[in-house]
Nanobody, 125 residues
Framework: QVRLVESGGGLVQAGGSLTLSCAIS????????MAWFRQPPGKEREFVAT???????RYADSVKGRFTISGDYAGNRVHLRLNNLKPEDTAVYYC???????????????????WGQGTQVTVSS
């Protein structure tokens, strides 16, 4: 069983930065992709960024140029650097892993089998 634990969330002013980390343990093999999703208050969970086993990345348009995902497959970690944060980035951020091996970006929540419990990011204006 795979276990994911996020850390690094918090309260930050608009324009500030945070780094989220996700530690993956358990049966962590056969990971084709790792990703971050977020769920803003009162809204559906949405894709933020993904990195696959060969290092290709994909970002949601809303975060492109501000967020950076990095995957450490050997170290069983995935990180998300959040720069130039905006109030609309306020959400619970979740990391997730997928066993899909594809060169296409894996961006649907339904394609990810293992999830963390989430970490809150709050951006004040």
């Amino acid at each position: 069983q795979v276990r994911l634990v996020e850390s690094g969330g918090g309260l930050v002013q608009a324009g500030g930065s945070l780094t989220l980390s996700c530690a993956i343990s358990g049966r962590a093999g056969n990971r084709g992709a790792m990703a971050w999703f977020r769920q803003p208050p009162g809204k559906e969970r949405e894709f933020v960024a993904t990195v696959n086993w060969i290092g290709d990345t994909r970002y949601a348009d809303s975060v492109k140029g501000r967020f950076t995902i990095s995957g450490d497959y050997a170290g069983n970690r995935v990180h998300l650097r959040l720069n130039n944060l905006k109030p609309e980035d306020t959400a619970v951020y979740y990391c997730a892993t997928s066993t899909l091996y594809t060169q296409d970006a894996v961006t649907l929540p339904s394609d990810y089998e293992a999830w963390g419990q989430g970490t809150q990011v709050t951006v004040s204006s």
